[in-house]
């Protein structure tokens, strides 16, 4: 129960903070068809029914997990692969966990806000220079670019989602790695020597 509730209350804490991947996703030119259609459905904006679809994916995984695993305890008296189950589920959890983008969006005090140095439209252009580069997979740069704008709008949510999801994409062995600990804060180097180990 602790590990199947686990996977559904972290895609239940992801949709409490769910505008901030929205806007991320949007200038990734994610297309939301699913999102569309619910929002169809229920007559709800995209915004919310992109909420709703976080909810329902977690719901869906948490009861199919469970299902399959009564169904091997109860009804097939398989002890062995029903404790895989609920391993295998555990790692998943660990991994979503162990996400950045997600510890960002679930850590995120909004209290605590500052007001940006730059324009509207600056930020929207340099935004979706940002979601062409990660496309690219130019993660190095997307990250250097991110350091640049959050010294200007530290509480850049769609900015600090591209930082942390171009962190999670570099390869700690490349050479690239160097690099990046020459640009990092002390703060990020600890993630990327963490990444090595």
Known sequence: HLVFSGIFGYYLGLA????NIYEHSKWMGKKFWFTKKLAGILNISRFQAY????????ALLAIILHTFYNYLLAALN???PAA???????????????NRAGQLILTTDE?????STMAKKDEEVVI????????????????????????RDPDNKVVKLFKAKALDQTNPNSPYSKILSSLFSSQDESIINKKEQ
């Open 78 to 80: 398989l002890v062995i």
């Open 111 to 115: 209290n605590k806000n500052s007001i």
């Open 16 to 19: 409490k903070f769910s505008i």
């Open 128 to 151: 979706e220079l940002l979601g062409l580069w990660f496309k690219q997979k130019k993660y190095v740069d997307v990250i250097h670019i991110c350091n640049r704008l959050l010294k």
């Open 84 to 98: 895989i189950v609920v391993t295998l589920s555990f790692l998943y959890l660990k991994i979503l966990l162990k």
């Open 51 to 58: 909420k709703e679809s976080l909810i329902i994916k977690g």
